[in-house]
């Protein structure tokens, strides 16, 4: 799903960034074009073309790419040059990934994050140092992991499909909006702030280069907040309409989603089988990230999430879980994921 609009919410948080700094938030929305009786608007949503522009507003007036959330300002033209260090020469998505861990190791202030590959699993991350942000509204984090998502897929010209989104705070109020933004199960109240994904993606090619970069830039900030499919594989289409019906309903049936991929259920398994991979694989997939987000959460019984994810009884979800982790469902929640 394509988000073209975005929350008022998130309004409402680019200006709180502002008016720490002494900047009145009337004017910025009247020169963004926005009326300023959508903050008071709960359910309001805004064009993406004209929070982008409220955004560069703010950007040219702060010299701060951070909006005032990070621990000390981080210039205009910092991500810049970061995106010129990464796209000439690196090979692959990991190198890509490590030489931006490393430009903003750089500075004090950020924002910094680390590439973990776990040992003997098929999961990377990014982990992301946010103890530093005065973010009371989360849009500072939010943010952070959005941008380096997209700025991730945009590099390898395909969406990389999340596992799953790890935050280090407990549910906001908005946190619907999370489904839109990163098409993941969210795990709120975590031990880290993370972005889990297929260790595989890590070897796929940089496809970009310094012209599309300047392209991407002059788009920005707006491009990171509408949903881009870069040319999203089969793959990662069908995980996400798989990912989007849970908990509310269970796994689609694959002749739903060739229905909604608008191809017949023989079509889509030969495209899934050219990728390597076949429905089964990824409903299993699936509901394992459903079951470690919601486990590592504490939202739901065993029980309650067994029925969700559609095992006949609880004990076929205690071997399937099993199978995923080497461990217990009560195991895993014990030790907090």
Same mark, same amino acid.
């Given at each position: 799903m394509k988000v073209s609009t975005v929350s008022a919410h998130h309004v409402r948080a680019v200006l709180l960034g502002g008016e720490r700094r002494g900047v009145a938030p009337a004017p910025l929305l009247a020169r963004a074009g926005l009326p300023s009786e959508l903050l008071g608007d709960a359910h309001a949503r805004v064009p993406a073309e004209q929070f982008g522009q409220l955004v560069r507003l703010l950007w040219a007036i702060l010299d701060? &790419?951070?909006?005032?959330?990070?621990?000390?300002? %981080?210039?205009? *033209?910092?991500?810049?040059?970061?995106?010129?260090?990464?796209?000439?020469? $690196?090979? /692959?998505?990991r190198e890509a990934l490590r030489r931006s861990q490393a430009f903003y190791a750089l500075f004090p202030s950020g924002p910094r994050f680390r590439l973990v590959e776990p040992g *003997? #699993?098929?999961?990377?991350?990014?982990?992301?140092?946010?103890?530093?942000? =005065? /973010? @009371?509204l989360h849009f500072g984090a939010e943010s952070t992991v959005l941008v380096a998502h997209r700025f991730a897929s945009w590099l390898i010209r395909r969406r990389i499909g999340l596992r799953r989104v790890e935050f280090a705070y407990p549910e906001p109020r908005h946190a619907q909006e999370y489904v839109l933004l990163f098409g993941a199960p969210c795990v709120f109240g975590a031990r880290r702030t993370a972005a889990v994904f297929d260790r595989a993606d890590l070897d796929e090619p940089v496809l970009r280069d310094a012209a599309a970069l300047r392209l991407f830039l002059r788009?920005? @900030?707006?491009?990171v907040f509408v949903c881009a499919d870069y040319g999203s594989t089969v793959t990662g289409r069908v995980r996400h309409l798989m990912g989007g019906a849970l908990p509310a309903g269970p796994v689609p049936t694959p002749e739903e989603l060739a229905d909604r991929l608008s191809v017949s259920p023989q079509t889509l398994r030969r495209r899934l089988a050219a990728e390597g991979t076949t429905y089964q694989r990824l409903r =299993?997939?699936?509901?394992?990230d459903h079951?470690?987000?919601?486990?590592?959460? #504490?939202?739901? %019984?065993?029980?309650?999430?067994s029925r969700r994810?559609?095992? $006949? &009884? @609880? $004990?076929?979800?205690?071997?399937a879980f099993r199978r995923w982790t080497g461990e217990?469902?009560?195991?895993?929640?014990?030790?907090? *994921?």
């Open positions: 701060d &790419e951070l909006i005032g959330f990070g621990a000390a300002p %981080s210039k205009v *033209g910092t991500f810049a040059m970061m995106g010129h260090a990464v796209v000439h020469g $690196s090979r /692959d998505l *003997g #699993g098929d999961e990377a991350r990014m982990e992301f140092d946010v103890a530093g942000y =005065d /973010d @009371p788009r920005a @900030p707006v491009d =299993d997939q699936v509901r394992r079951a470690l987000a919601e486990l590592a959460g #504490g939202r739901v %019984s065993i029980e309650l999430l994810l559609g095992f $006949s &009884e @609880p $004990s076929a979800f205690h071997r217990t469902p009560r195991a895993y929640r014990a030790r907090g *994921g």
